[in-house]
């Protein structure tokens, strides 16, 4: 198993920022895809964004605007940053580390409220 530790999750206001991290360790992190995924409460678990290991990004529509995939291969770590959050983007958010069918893994999750 493949330890992944996710953080920068917590309570914000609409129209705040926040940046969630995604780090591992026992793998060549920069030969995997970083993806994101959310699941809302009592919704099924929807794609957010992702980062090949070339660097190509891919959104979807409803973050589209507002977020920001990136890595930094030297850290291991993949990175979210959502802005001008609302309260339809309060959801549990995972981390995704796809390199083939027998080397996929997930993270725990850290949950993003936004609230006012």
């Known amino acids: 198993q493949v330890p992944i530790v996710e953080s920068g999750g917590g309570l914000v206001q609409p129209g705040e920022s926040l940046t969630l991290s995604c780090s591992a360790s026992?793998?060549?992190?920069?030969?995997?895809?970083v993806r994101w995924y959310r699941q809302a409460p009592g919704k099924e678990r929807e794609f957010v964004a992702s980062?090949?290991?070339?660097?190509?990004?891919n959104y979807a529509d409803s973050v589209k605007d507002r977020a920001t995939v990136s890595r930094d291969n030297s850290k291991n770590t993949g990175y979210l940053q959502m802005n001008n959050l609302v309260p339809e983007d309060t959801a549990v958010y995972y981390c995704?580390?796809?390199?083939?069918?027998?080397?996929?893994?997930w993270g725990q999750g850290t949950q993003v409220t936004v609230s006012s």
């Open positions: 995704n580390l796809f390199f083939s069918s027998n080397a996929n893994y």
């Open positions: 026992r793998i060549i992190f920069s030969s995997y895809i």
């Open positions: 980062i090949t290991n070339t660097r190509r990004t």
